[in-house]
């Protein structure tokens, strides 16, 4: 299940991305530390990041704090599933 291994709220504070697929679903968290916000986005796909940045097909802007981590799962899962379905 997506978001299993997703890290503490520590590393997004850190300034570190994080990215995940599930086959062909894909996001990335981008952490903006002076905003303290995480904003996530998704693409459908075989490429990363770097070569899909065209090929966003939501994003979606959460705060940096615990709460907002759990509402970010949420968001993710969701999307997983609508794609999936």
Known sequence: MLCEELP???W???????TECNY??????IP????????VKIWHGEFCYEKSKD??????TFPMTNDGREEMIEYIRAE??????
């Open 80 to 85: 997983d599933y609508n794609y999936v379905q």
């Open 55 to 60: 090929e966003i097909v939501s994003e979606r």
């Open 24 to 29: 062909l679903f894909h996001y990335i968290i």
């Open 12 to 18: 997004f504070q850190n300034d570190n991305d994080y």
């Open 32 to 39: 903006d530390t002076k905003q303290e916000v995480m904003t």
């Open 8 to 10: 503490k709220i520590m």
